[in-house]
């Protein structure tokens, strides 16, 4: 089996921040100035005062090299550049600058009052004007007519938009990896991708989501995310809750994972059926995704028993694998390859 060289998930010291709420603020427009025309050898003046310049947007753009909102973390406020005023001569002020924000392809904004969503940026390079800068004033000369030839007042600059959003970032994986705790997810990731999560033998080792990229085949490539163990109840947050099962939406297809050689969790079938249940009560949508059901540590003892026995009760044709071992990966890896060429809606 040929690895992927890549690795495809970067994380800032171990943090993994899919959610944030920031205020975007538009600049200020310029004001218009007031001014009159006076030279030495021009008979007739008049009003010259040119028109403020217009406050920047701050602008959101989906960048395919981020993968976490840590960024926007630690600051609550960003604020684009003010218009400057106008100037005599007619001279137009300068346009305030753009504020550009950065943010991972997957990312959700969301109006933080209304609750609306205002843009899910899904492709690279996809940009949304969050808020927009204020309009500039205008200058006296644009106020001058044929009975009002010597305007004195210009126009003040117009505030910016100013709005708090909501950002939530769903990952975009071909492959989503669900079970319960100390299913294997983690080990078989490592084993089929770069990606490094953290294993252990006790629940909850992974935190938050891995994405790997996995070869196979001399073309075929796809990203498999591993989401942290989900329990009963992690729809209404029991566990690490349901903050998680968001970033199962966006994937093509869900790989689910069972200890068939589980040591003081619950059964086989029973596993199967409770993450199933959690699937169906968060999304409906969720739980019509196709799916690839494993059992994992068939290295151990009774397992091939175990398997017989989760086949028959679930009706379902279930695959072995050891994920440790390296058992069943070249079998797992081509039905994964039809099921998501199928899912893409490739030819």
Same mark, same amino acid.
């Given at each position: 089996?040929?690895?992927?060289?890549?690795?495809?998930?970067?994380?800032?010291?171990?943090?993994?921040?899919?959610?944030?709420?920031?205020?975007?603020?538009?600049?200020?427009?310029?004001?218009?100035?007031?001014?009159?025309?006076? &030279?030495?050898?021009?008979?007739?003046?008049?009003?010259?005062?040119?028109? %403020?310049?217009?406050?920047?947007?701050?602008?959101?753009?989906?960048?395919?090299?981020?993968?976490?909102?840590?960024?926007?973390?630690? #600051?609550?406020?960003?604020?684009?550049?003010?218009?400057?005023?106008?100037?005599?001569?007619?001279?137009?002020?300068?346009?305030?600058?753009?504020?550009?924000?950065? *943010?991972?392809?997957?990312?959700?904004?969301?109006?933080?009052?209304?609750?609306?969503?205002?843009?899910?940026?899904?492709?690279?390079? &996809?940009? +949304?004007?969050?808020?927009?800068?204020?309009?500039?004033?205008?200058?006296?000369?644009?106020?001058?007519?044929?009975?009002?030839?010597?305007?004195?007042?210009? &126009?003040?600059?117009?505030?910016?938009?100013?709005?708090?959003?909501?950002?939530?970032?769903?990952?975009?994986?071909?492959?989503?990896? *669900?079970?319960?705790?100390?299913?294997?997810?983690?080990?078989? +990731?490592?084993?089929?991708?770069?990606?490094? @999560?953290?294993?252990?033998?006790?629940?909850?080792?992974?935190?938050?989501?891995?994405?790997?990229?996995?070869? #196979?085949?001399?073309?075929?490539?796809?990203? !498999?995310?591993?989401?942290?163990?989900?329990?009963?109840?992690?729809?209404?947050?029991?566990?690490?809750?349901? &903050?998680?099962?968001?970033?199962?939406?966006?994937?093509?297809?869900?790989?689910? !994972?069972?200890?068939?050689?589980?040591?003081?969790? @619950?059964?086989?079938?029973?596993?199967?059926?409770?993450?199933?249940?959690?699937?169906?009560?968060?999304?409906?949508?969720?739980?019509?995704?196709?799916?690839?059901?494993? #059992?994992?540590?068939?290295?151990?003892?009774?397992?091939?028993?175990?398997?017989?026995?989760?086949?028959? %009760?679930?009706?379902?044709?279930?695959?072995?694998?050891?994920?440790?071992?390296?058992?069943?990966?070249?079998?797992?890896?081509?039905?994964?390859?039809?099921?998501?060429?199928?899912?893409?809606?490739?030819?």
């Amino acid at each position: 089996m040929r690895h992927s060289s890549c690795f495809f998930a970067r994380w800032y010291m171990g943090l993994f921040i899919d959610e944030a709420s920031i205020v975007v603020r538009g600049g200020r427009g310029g004001d218009g100035c007031c001014s009159f025309r006076r &030279e030495k050898y021009v008979p007739r003046g008049g009003p010259d005062g040119g028109d %403020g310049g217009r406050g920047g947007d701050v602008i959101l753009v989906a960048d395919r090299n981020l993968n976490t909102l840590i960024d926007l973390s630690h #600051a609550k406020e960003f604020a684009a550049g003010n218009g400057r005023p106008g100037m005599g001569k007619k001279k137009y002020g300068r346009s305030g600058e753009d504020l550009i924000i950065r *943010v991972p392809v997957g990312t959700v904004v969301r109006d933080a009052e209304t609750g609306d969503v205002l843009r899910d940026l899904v492709r690279d390079g &996809e940009r +949304l004007v969050a808020a927009c800068g204020g309009r500039g004033g205008r200058g006296n000369a644009r106020f001058a007519t044929s009975t009002n030839r010597a305007p004195r007042y210009a &126009e003040e600059g117009r505030e910016g938009e100013a709005r708090e959003i909501h950002l939530e970032l769903k990952l975009l994986a071909d492959v989503g990896l *669900v079970g319960l705790p100390n299913a294997g997810k983690s080990t078989l +990731l490592s084993k089929l991708s770069r990606a490094r @999560p953290k294993i252990g033998a006790y629940p909850f080792t992974t935190r938050y989501p891995y994405l790997g990229i996995v070869s #196979a085949g001399e073309y075929d490539t796809f990203v !498999m995310a591993d989401i942290p163990g989900l329990i009963e109840g992690a729809h209404e947050g029991a566990g690490l809750g349901d &903050e998680f099962l968001r970033h199962i939406e966006r994937t093509r297809i869900i790989l689910h !994972m069972i200890d068939i050689a589980p040591q003081g969790g @619950p059964p086989p079938q029973e596993a199967y059926e409770t993450i199933r249940g959690e699937l169906a009560d968060y999304s409906a949508e969720l739980a019509q995704k196709p799916e690839i059901v494993v #059992a994992n540590k068939m290295d151990l003892p009774g397992s091939e028993e175990a398997l017989a026995g989760l086949r028959e %009760g679930t009706g379902l044709d279930v695959l072995g694998i050891s994920a440790i071992t390296g058992r069943g990966l070249e079998d797992l890896l081509r039905a994964i390859l039809p099921m998501l060429r199928s899912a893409r809606g490739d030819s």
